[in-house]
């Protein structure tokens, strides 16, 4: 019931490609929806989050995609560029309780 | 700079021994939470005080306990170390109401057990 799946594990694109990153959770609680990307030897770095009224959000490269009904959500980083290489973690918690993470997506960008 | 500052960097010790890490929350943040990053089991909620309160644990062992300071900082406690317990350690805090969700991270201590 808590448990929030990630997909893909890794992910390679070009230059100015678009990678997308799923996530699929079960618990219907679960208000609010972030990403983190984290650099290795670095901690995890808020990058965007959404919650379950709102269907899209974009904050500059970065768009949130949110499906209620399927109980899913997406990440799209437009334009890609090698410095987004990182590994991102979608995660859910319900009224600011503790993050659930999914098992992250290892992306490169290759130039 | 999330705001959030955690010492030490690195921890080296052995099995069996005893280690406490140190957590100081964003300015004005009244909740700490604590995870653990391992290879195998990803990032893991441990436990989460709220203005010195212990408000919800997850899968904390009983050989790690907690707590939260009147200044707001965080101790985790780590004993009887094991091999397995190798991982990083990230604290993170949020706001001063208890339903805000934004979560930001410090850079973590990297514990090693040999």
């Known amino acids: 019931q808590q448990q929030v799946k990630q997909s893909p594990q890794s992910l390679i694109v070009q230059k100015g490609g678009i990678p997308i990153i799923n996530c699929a959770y079960e618990?219907?609680?679960?208000?609010?929806f972030p990403w983190y990307q984290q650099f290795p030897g670095k901690g995890p770095a808020l990058l965007i989050a959404?919650?379950?009224?709102?269907s899209e959000k974009k904050e500059g490269r970065f768009t949130i995609s949110f499906n209620k009904s399927a109980k899913q959500f997406s990440l799209h980083i437009m334009d890609s560029q090698p410095g987004d290489s990182a590994t991102y973690f979608c995660?859910?918690?319900?009224?600011?309780?503790?993050?659930?993470f999914g098992g992250g997506t290892r992306l490169m960008v290759k130039p | 700079d999330s705001g959030v500052t955690q010492t030490p960097k690195h921890l080296i010790t052995a099995t069996g021994q005893r280690v406490t890490l140190r957590c100081s929350p964003r300015?004005?943040?009244?909740?700490v939470y604590w995870y653990q990053q391992s290879l195998d089991q990803g990032l893991q909620f441990l436990i989460q005080?709220?203005?010195?309160?212990?408000?919800a644990k997850g899968n904390i062992l009983e050989r790690f306990s907690a707590q939260q300071f009147p200044d707001l900082h965080s101790e985790l406690n780590l004993s009887s170390l094991e091999l397995g317990d190798s991982a990083l350690y990230f604290c993170?805090?949020?706001?001063?109401?208890?339903?805000?969700?934004?979560?930001?991270f410090g850079p973590g201590t990297r514990l090693t057990v040999l």
């Open positions: 300015s004005g943040d009244l909740s």
């Open positions: 995660a859910a918690s319900n009224a600011g309780n503790m993050l659930t």
């Open positions: 618990n219907t609680a679960f208000d609010y």
């Open positions: 005080y709220y203005n010195g309160e212990e408000r």
């Open positions: 993170a805090s949020s706001g001063g109401q208890l339903w805000e969700n934004e979560q930001f």
């Open positions: 959404i919650r379950p009224d709102v």
